[in-house]
């Protein structure tokens, strides 16, 4: 079992900034993406920044330059640092991890698996 857990979202104005986290606990093996994504009311969900295990971090462009995402690879956490939030930023961010999790048994096979968290709601006011 591998379980995403956020923590971070709030209501902030304009301009403000927030930090999200999300921790990744259970039987894992190795993480080899994690990332956030985001679903506004009435929008699918969208890519808003990813990082490969040991490669660049890769953001979608309405976040450049505003957001970075950084990773703990000790404490298996991922962060996303938001600042100058915009109204248009207004979703619920979720975590998301490619991830190879030990199987239940011994000699079971390794599982490698989509993860996500349960979201968290980040509302900017204008």
């Given at each position: 079992?591998?379980q995403l857990v956020e923590s971070g979202g709030g209501l902030v104005q304009a301009g403000g900034s927030l930090r999200?986290?999300?921790?990744?606990?259970?039987?894992?093996?190795?993480?080899?993406?994690?990332?956030?994504?985001?679903?506004?009311?009435?929008?699918?969900?969208?890519?808003?920044?990813?990082?490969?295990?040991?490669?660049?971090?890769?953001?979608?462009?309405?976040?450049?330059?505003?957001?970075?995402?950084?990773?703990?690879?000790?404490?298996?956490?991922?962060?996303?640092?938001?600042?100058?939030?915009?109204?248009?930023?207004?979703?619920?961010?979720?975590?998301?991890?490619?991830?190879?999790?030990?199987?239940?048994?011994?000699?079971?096979?390794?599982?490698?698996?989509?993860?996500?968290?349960?979201?968290?709601?980040?509302?900017?006011?204008?």
């Amino acid at each position: 079992q591998v379980q995403l857990v956020e923590s971070g979202g709030g209501l902030v104005q304009a301009g403000g900034s927030l930090r999200l986290s999300c921790a990744a606990s259970g039987r894992i093996r190795s993480i080899s993406i994690m990332g956030w994504y985001r679903q506004a009311p009435g929008k699918q969900r969208e890519s808003v920044a990813v990082i490969p295990d040991g490669g660049s971090a890769i953001y979608a462009d309405s976040v450049k330059g505003r957001f970075t995402i950084s990773e703990d690879n000790n404490k298996r956490m991922v962060h996303l640092q938001m600042n100058s939030l915009e109204p248009e930023d207004t979703a619920v961010y979720y975590c998301h991890g490619d991830i190879t999790s030990y199987g239940g048994w011994p000699g079971a096979p390794l599982a490698r698996d989509d993860y996500w968290g349960e979201g968290t709601q980040v509302t900017v006011s204008s």
